[in-house]
């Protein structure tokens, strides 16, 4: 069915140490987004890939499109307490040949930072 | 803040019983999304409209229906509900009918428990 895998599915970390999360799809995406969801908040859009191996930048976090655009990552490197929460990276579902403006979430990587 | 609201923040009731749950979308966006996010599940796209039509729907139950008025405010009715229910209920909107490739600005949510 239309989805987007994403692993691990939690990652505990001592603060200081880097995090990556991970999203693959076994089709060939037009775009990948991925939102960030602090305990008892809501999702917030952090950054949109669209280029094949796009790397973008956001101060610790590294974001990464695959060649093959099939593949994603989210890097943060020397974590704080302050990035403790659940990342998730989202879909359109045209790329499954669905027409629906929505998008399709992976089940997301919970981040703890232990300080 | 990401202008959107929801009322009410938490509703507690018993099974069988109904409820609605509001949306107030971002200034000028037309589209206004809903999504369950319960733990074993993740978030599921539930329905979409666009300038008080319906859209797109994904894995929303026929107990559950859902309207946007000319205001573009938008309730979800949830009807003869069962423990499986309770869950956390999204509302997002953007501006237009995007088909996922902008980002979606979410609501605070509505954390439901069916008793």
């Known amino acids: 069915g239309q989805q987007v895998m994403q692993i691990p599915q939690y990652q505990h970390v001592q603060e200081g140490e880097d995090f990556t999360t991970y999203c693959n799809s076994s089709?060939?995406?037009?775009?990948i987004q991925w939102y960030k969801q602090r305990p008892g908040g809501h999702p917030v859009f952090l950054i949109q890939?669209?280029?094949?191996?796009e790397v973008k930048k956001q101060k610790r976090l590294t974001f990464q499109f695959g060649e093959a655009k099939k593949n994603s990552s989210l890097h943060i490197t020397a974590t704080q307490t302050t990035d403790v929460g659940t990342y998730f990276c989202?879909?359109?579902?045209?790329?499954?040949?669905?027409?629906?403006?929505?998008?399709?979430f992976g089940k997301g990587t919970k981040l703890s930072v232990k300080p | 803040d990401s202008g959107v609201t929801q009322t009410p923040k938490h509703l507690i009731t018993a099974t069988g019983q109904r409820v609605t749950l509001r949306c107030s979308p971002r200034?000028?966006?037309?589209?206004v999304y809903w999504y369950q996010q319960s733990l074993d599940q993740g978030l599921q796209f539930l329905i979409q409209?666009?300038?008080?039509?319906?859209?797109a729907k994904g894995n929303i139950l026929e107990r559950f229906s859902a309207q946007q008025f000319p205001d573009l405010h938008s309730e979800l009715n949830l009807s003869s509900l069962e423990l499986g229910d309770s869950a956390l209920y999204f509302c997002?909107?953007?501006?237009?009918?995007?088909?996922?490739?902008?980002?979606?600005?979410f609501g605070p949510g509505t954390r439901l428990t069916v008793l």
């Open positions: 409209y666009y300038n008080g039509e319906e859209r």
């Open positions: 997002a909107s953007t501006p237009s009918w995007d088909r996922g490739f902008n980002e979606q600005f």
């Open positions: 989202a879909v359109s579902p045209l790329n499954y040949g669905g027409s629906q403006g929505n998008l399709i």
């Open positions: 089709t060939t995406l037009s775009n």
């Open positions: 200034s000028g966006d037309l589209s």
């Open positions: 890939l669209v280029k094949s191996g």
